[in-house]
Every structure is written in C-alpha cells, then in structure tokens.
C-alpha cells in the first residue's frame, strides 16, 4: 500500500483479516494477562488501566516506516506528520475518554471472574449499534433492534447472579461495583468506537492508514497521561518495586507481565482501529463480541473458573443476538445480489431470438 492512499479493493479484505487477528489477540489475550496479574498479589487499578494503553511508543515504529517510504517517494516535500489540528484535538479527546474507560474496565477485572466480565461487556454490542446509529447514520434494522434486546437481556440475567462466581473474600458492594463498572465500560466503549468512525468521516484530509497510526498514538498518549496522573494520585509508581517482590509468580515474571500484557492490548487498540478504518465500528464491535466464547474458553481453562447456570443463559442469549445482526446483514446483501443476476439475465434473454 503506498504510503498516502487509502485502502485500495484489492487488499482490503487481507488487510481487514490482519486487522481482526491483531483484534483477536488483543481482545482474548489482554483480560486473561490482567486478570493474571490481580490473582497472584496485584492490586493497583490505576496501573493496570495505564497498561492498557502505556504501550503507545511501539505505533512510532510504523509511523516511522512510512515516513521514510514518503521521503523516499516524495523528498523533502513530504511531512513528517499527515494529521491536521482538528484531527489532533478530536483524538486528544477520545483519548481521554478512553483513559477513563481504561479504569473502569481495569476495576472490573479486578472484582469479576474473566467469565463474568467478558459476558457483561458483550453488551457493548448494543451500545456501539445505537451510538453508530445516532452518530454515523449507520443502518439500525429489526434485526439490530432484536441483537440489542438479546444482549441488554443477557447481560441482566448474568448480573442476576451475585454469589457463586464471587472471588473469596469480596463483599457483595465490591462485587456489585464491578458489575457496575463493567457494564458502564461496555456503555463507554460503545460510545467511543462510532466517535472514532465519525472522526474519519469528519476530517477535512484524506484518511490514510498512517493518519490512522497517528490518531491511535494520540489517542493512547492522552489515555496514558490520564491514568498516569491516576497513579501519581494513588502514589502507585512507589509501589510497583514492592508488589513486585511479594507477586505470587515471582519479581522477575511480575515485570514480565506487565511488558506483556502492554504490548498485548496496543494489538487489541490496533486491530480496532484497523478495523474501523476498512469497514466500521459496528463491525468492530460485531469481531470483538464474537471473540466472547474464546475468551470464556480461554479463562475456564488457565484460571479453573466456574461456569454456573447463568452464564449459560447468558451465553446462548447473546449467541442470539450476534446470529440475528449477522442475518440481518446477510439478508439485504443475498437480496441486492438476487437482483442484480435477474437484471442481468433479464436483457439476455430478450436477446435470444
């Protein structure tokens, strides 16, 4: 792909595929890494919520590449940095609004099995179809309306459930928290991912995937500098040598998991917003609730979570829902092809004598 054009017909599905994988990874691996980290003696909400987004350096690199590539191609003409000012302001603030969506996701794992978590914030499908709708004109039909309904009721029979997913030693408050806080993350989150598409649309510049690189940084800068004042309030830059000498799997291993788990979610916030870039945040959202049995796989076997009635329930209904968007995508898409092969034939067969 050259440098300044944006994704041309022929490698827009391998790109949308990279995208979804690097979703993928991130999106599975990045609660399971965080949940790691509370189990063994973590406890910093605010240091987790900064890793998800502290790995912002590591977009330098590609954005670096295809400067050069520029320079090569253009000379001194070309610019180092492609994003207006517009642009620049309109990532700085859904940067912060996704710092604060960092925390409240971080307090969720914090208090909730991965299981639960994961179930509660499938229901940000519904959010980002609504919020697609209001923001980016996107179509919202009965079978939407219907996923919506399915999702808002199957993450209300999990939150049903108050006890026998409970960690040991946690209140009902602090279990009620969670769910709380999960859910108004899935809210957030919904929010946020149309907000990115509507920036695209808005920017009076063409939108390349470099420009795309640079609103990802600054968007994870200005999320990270949102939790870091966070961990300067809660005094946890003081704390992290001392809770990595008493981390159940060792000093060694607690630093390692914190390198990885954020590289692990700049995979998640990338694939996102490849994802976006080559198709829309409906869709994105669609890939990141789809991954939800991985997840709940994934967290049943590393971490011997339960897996109660509720979740079940749960389950299915939000299977349902992603069943019902999906055929109401297939169904107009099966029509428009159905008619056009008819006005095709059509003008064929008169011509046959």
């Given at each position: ?194 907000l990115v598409e509507l920036t695209y649309k ?131 898409s099966k029509k428009t092809i159905k008619t ?14």
């Amino acid at each position: 792909m050259e440098p300044d054009q944006t994704v041309n017909k022929k490698i827009k599905w391998p790109f949308l595929l990279f995208s979804a994988a690097l979703l993928a990874v991130g999106n599975c691996g990045g609660p399971l890494i965080m949940r790691l980290y509370f189990l063994h003696g973590g406890d910093r909400v605010w240091l987790s919520s900064w890793l998800e987004t502290g790995g912002w350096p590591i977009n330098i690199l590609p954005i670096l590449f295809t400067y050069i590539r520029r320079r090569a191609i253009q000379g001194p003409a070309a610019r180092p940095i492609l994003m207006k000012p517009p642009v620049f302001l309109a990532a700085a603030v859904i940067g912060l609004l996704t710092g604060v969506d960092d925390y409240l996701y971080a307090y969720g794992v914090a208090r909730l099995p991965i299981s639960t978590s994961a179930l509660i914030l499938a229901s940000h499908l519904g959010f980002t179809a609504v919020f697609a709708y209001l923001l980016v004109r996107q179509k919202f039909t009965p079978y939407s309306m219907n996923a919506v309904f399915l999702l808002t009721v199957g993450a209300a029979v999990l939150a049903l459930h108050t006890s026998g997913d409970r960690p040991k030693g946690e209140s009902n408050r602090e279990y009620y928290i969670g769910l709380f806080m999960t859910l108004a993350t899935a809210m957030l989150y919904g929010f946020v991912l149309p907000l990115v598409e509507l920036t695209y649309k808005k920017a009076k510049q063409a939108i390349t995937y470099t420009l795309v690189l640079e609103i990802q940084l600054v968007m994870c800068f200005f999320a990270t500098v949102f939790c870091t004042i966070g961990m300067l309030i809660n005094n946890d830059f003081k704390a992290i040598p001392r809770e990595a000498r008493e981390f159940g799997l060792g000093e060694t291993k607690y630093y390692v998991v914190l390198v990885c788990s954020a590289i692990i979610w700049q995979c998640f916030f990338l694939g996102a917003i490849g994802v976006i870039f080559s198709a829309s945040s409906l869709l994105c959202a669609i890939l990141i609730a789809s991954l939800l049995p991985v997840t709940e796989a994934l967290a049943v076997v590393f971490y011997k979570e339960k897996y109660q009635a509720e979740k079940g329930v749960s389950l299915v209904l939000s299977l349902w829902g992603f069943v019902s968007y999906f055929y109401g995508e297939l169904k107009p898409s099966k029509k428009t092809i159905k008619t056009q092969t008819t006005e095709t034939e059509i003008p064929q067969s008169i011509s046959i004598p």
